[in-house]
Each structure stands twice: as C-alpha cells, then as structure tokens.
C-alpha cells in the first residue's frame, strides 16, 4: 500500500485527472533516496518515470574537462525525467541534493496513461516547453554582454524565488548552497565564484551564513541582474 496519494498535492498533476493520478499512483513505488544519492546517469537507459514527492534534486552534464555544469535545481512536484516518450540513453545526470521522497512508475504504465489521456499529455508539454525556455534563458544569461556578477545574481533571484523563505533579513534560500556548488552553476572556478560571492556581499545585496544565501533586497537583486545597476 502507497498510503495517501500524494500527487494531488504536486502542482505537476493539478490539471491531470484524478482517474489518471490514482493510476499513477497505485502503479508507482515510493522510495527514500539520501543526499548525494544519483537517480539517473549520462548514457543509461532508464524505465523509470521519477516524481519529486518530497527534497530537492538537481540535474546536471560534465563538461570535456569532467567538470560538473549544474543546469537545473527541482523541488517538490516535479517530473525529473529528461525524456518520457521511449526508453533510451539519457544525457544528463540526476542527483538528489538532500534527503528525498521520490516516486517511481514503470515508463510503458506512463505512456499508455498518456495515450489515453490527454490532460497528463498537456502536463508533460508545459513541463518541457517550461525546460526550454529556462534553457533559452540561461543561454541568454551565459553570453558575453552580462558580467559574471548578474550571472550570479539573476542564478540566486531565481533560486530565491523557487526556494525562497521569508526571513527578518530578507528572502533566504532554503537550500545549503557551497562556494563549489555555486561555481558548477556559474560554470566558473571556486576562486571566481568566491569572489562575485564577497562582491555582492559588500554591495549589500546578499548575506551568507555558512551555506544559507540571503537575498536582502529582491527588487533590488532584480535591478542588478537586468541591468549591472544599483537602485
């Protein structure tokens, strides 16, 4: 027994059918993965679709050089898979980034669901176009004409936004961010990212307590990314 269905509560499914979620969810296994735990590798086939239920993960490649390059950071509610139509060799890395609760159903019992039904169809679309235009975003992001202090910053706003937590000092992200984390986000050095990190610090826009990142001024981070300005 799976317990309490648990996808009503994911905004993935708030579209799908509840027929189609109770399939889903009696198909399915639930499972604990610790930290560091890796879900899916570059190259593997994988006859899984996997739902965060809980924890964060995140989704990165290795560069020629065997350096990590962190493209996405998921929460609760999210479909983590790559690809979904067939079975096949995926290319990026799926990693757990603390303790989670993840659901895993049988890629062909997925498949029949989506055939049969097209509100899971829609979802699984608006979650890829979602990916591309992050994608787009952050190609956007990696030129040339943005110095790496926007790049870090527009990376932590939105983390913020995804992560964010209320706080007395301003918004911090619930997620223990290191400087060697941070650098495979930037797709820089840990010297480098050391840096940007002290120089938004001194500009007032950022507080770090050991691993926790605080944005103090959101509107103000926003201004900075955008434009390289300081309101």
């Not at 962190?70 to 995926?90: A, C, P």
């Amino acid at each position: 027994m799976q317990g309490e269905n648990e996808l009503y509560q994911q905004s993935f499914f708030q579209d799908v059918s509840p027929e189609t979620v109770e399939k889903l969810w009696r198909a399915g296994t639930v499972k604990e993965f610790p930290k560091g735990h890796i879900l899916m590798r570059a190259r593997d086939k994988v006859n899984q679709i996997y739902i965060q239920l809980s924890g964060k993960s995140m989704v990165y490649n290795l560069t020629h050089n065997g350096k990590r390059k962190i493209i996405f950071i998921y929460g609760e509610g999210v479909l983590l898979n790559e690809h979904v139509l067939q079975e096949e060799s995926i290319s990026l890395f799926c990693e757990t980034l603390e303790k989670s609760r993840i659901l895993g159903v049988p890629l062909p019992f997925f498949l029949k669901c989506m055939e049969k039904d097209f509100t899971l169809t829609s979802a699984v679309l608006k979650l890829q176009e979602w990916r591309l235009w992050r994608m787009g975003h952050q190609l956007k992001n990696t030129l040339g004409s943005i110095y790496m202090e926007q790049k870090l910053a527009a990376k932590l706003w939105k983390l913020s936004r995804d992560f964010g937590m209320q706080t007395p000092d301003g918004i911090e992200i619930d997620l223990n961010l290191s400087v060697t984390m941070l650098a495979d986000m930037l797709g820089a050095s840990r010297e480098t990212t050391s840096r940007l990190c002290s120089t938004l610090v001194n500009m007032g826009l950022l507080k770090i307590h050991k691993k926790r990142i605080t944005i103090t001024d959101s509107e103000r981070m926003s201004v900075f990314y955008k434009t390289g300005k300081i309101r």
